[in-house]
T-cell receptor, first 114, second 111 residues
Framework: QKEVEQDPGPLSVPEGAIVSLNCTYS??????FMWYRQYSRKGPELLMY????GNKEDGRFTAQVDKSSKYISLFIRDSQPSDSATYLC??????????????FGKGTLLTVNP | SQTIHQWPATLVQPVGSPLSLECTVE??????LYWYRQAAGRGLQLLFY??????ISSEVPQNLSASRPQDRQFILSSKKLLLSDSGFYLC??????????FGSGTRLTVV
């Protein structure tokens, strides 16, 4: 079993739809959870950052972490064509000295159609 | 504010030629630095990480090497490129918490 599983999609939705992106993981020591957005031919940019369980909201984006189920989600409300990108989940147990290695999902390609 | 610079943006190199990709970080000191390669369908592969000057750890045996001659400078090199070295190379940095900031990437095509 891979440490982080993420459905690669592609996912295609109409403008204004609610988008749900998910990752599952196997390492119960993970405590830091992130979502990155990557536009084509660009570096990933940090979208959401969560420590431990719970929800975090930022504008149209909501990140949820359910540590009991080892499941994290990113919701996008009122999706826009500009949200079309690959979304990568990432997580860390925060250990390893000062290394802070992240484990990434493979990314989900999202297209929002106008 | 902190910024990360990575260049060049694109590179086309013949097989057997050398490689040097550079990454610099501004606005922070003693960052953790990382080199990743991203291939279609394979996600992000960690190649090297560094927690300090001349402190480099390799994650995957390969045709590449990394160096950190200065606190905020990270260089990815190869003496002889292989076709399999083609890909999208990303530099990243982190500080006290496990949260990365990525550079804009270099798309390398070995021909």
């Amino acid at each position: 079993q891979k440490e982080v599983e993420q459905d690669p999609g592609p996912l295609s939705v109409p403008e204004g739809a609610i988008v749900s992106l998910n990752c599952t993981y196997s390492n119960s020591a993970f405590q830091y959870f992130m979502w990155y957005r990557q536009y084509s031919r660009k570096g990933p940019e940090l979208l959401m950052y969560t420590y431990s369980s719970g929800n975090k909201e930022d504008g149209r984006f909501t990140a949820q972490v359910d540590k009991s189920s080892k499941y994290i989600s990113l919701f996008i409300r009122d999706s826009q064509p500009s949200d079309s990108a690959t979304y990568l989940c990432a997580m860390s147990d925060g250990s390893g000295g000062s290394n802070y290695k992240l484990t990434f999902g493979k990314g989900t390609l999202l297209t929002v159609n106008p | 504010s902190q910024t990360i610079h990575q260049w060049p943006a694109t590179l086309v190199q013949p097989v057997g030629s050398p490689l040097s990709l550079e990454c610099t970080v501004e606005g922070t000191s003693n960052p953790n630095l990382y080199w990743y390669r991203q291939a279609a369908g394979r996600g992000l592969q960690l190649l090297f990480y560094s927690i300090g000057i001349d402190q480099i750890s390799s994650e995957v045996p390969q045709n590449l090497s990394a160096s950190r001659p200065q606190d905020r400078q990270f260089i990815l090199s190869s003496k002889k490129l292989l076709l399999s070295d083609s890909g999208f190379y990303l530099c990243a940095w982190s500080s006290q918490i496990p949260r990365y900031t990525f550079g804009s990437g270099t798309r390398l095509t070995v021909v």
